[in-house]
């Protein structure tokens, strides 16, 4: 038995690492899903003297994205937020501990896809969020509740495939 002991210690953590690799690294489960949007005032990019709150967006599905222009991973998923989402998906951008003027000048060389993007200058309204860094997205009903987190950049698949499917899903019993 006592020979044994070892294989029996080693089989199950084996299976454990086994099984981890098959998980997708950018699925963070979020606490937030289902639940109401956490609360927020900031202001805007463009109007730094207009405030907005989630309650500008309510009564549409809309998209948080949090980005910023020292972010190398957001600079590539960024043409496809340009290219990919429709005029009609309200796109905002929560720029996250960036330094304003730089932020304006990136969205003025790379194209701007937000309705609106605001200033979250020292992170915090990000913490709210359960932000874990720069990008990550997140799909918000009709009704302020957020339905989906994603982790990381996104790719032509994970918007054709998940994203705007959702928005659609969203969008059309919001309409009923």
Not at 61 to 78: D, G, I
Request: charged content about 20%; proline content about 8%; hydrophobic content about 45%.
């Amino acid at each position: 038995m006592k020979r044994l002991l070892p294989l029996l210690i080693f089989l199950p953590l084996a299976g454990i690492m086994l099984a981890g690799l098959y998980l997708n690294p950018r699925h963070v489960p979020s606490p937030l899903v289902d639940k109401p949007v956490p609360a927020f005032s900031l202001p805007s990019l463009s109007e730094p003297e207009r405030h907005i709150t989630p309650e500008d967006f309510r009564g549409h599905v809309w998209l948080l994205n949090v980005w910023a222009s020292w972010c190398v991973s957001c600079r590539a998923e960024h043409p496809l937020l340009v290219n990919l989402l429709q005029e009609e998906t309200i796109l905002v951008g929560l720029n996250y501990k960036d330094i304003g003027d730089s932020a304006l000048a990136w969205l003025k060389q790379w194209g701007n896809p937000y309705r609106v993007s605001v200033i979250d200058a020292d992170g915090r309204v990000g913490l709210d969020w359960g932000v874990y860094g720069v990008p990550e997205t997140f799909v918000i009903d009709d009704g302020g509740i957020i339905r989906h987190k994603h982790v990381g950049v996104l790719n032509e698949r994970d918007i054709v495939e998940t994203i705007l499917p959702l928005v659609r899903r969203l969008q059309d019993a919001a309409s009923k």
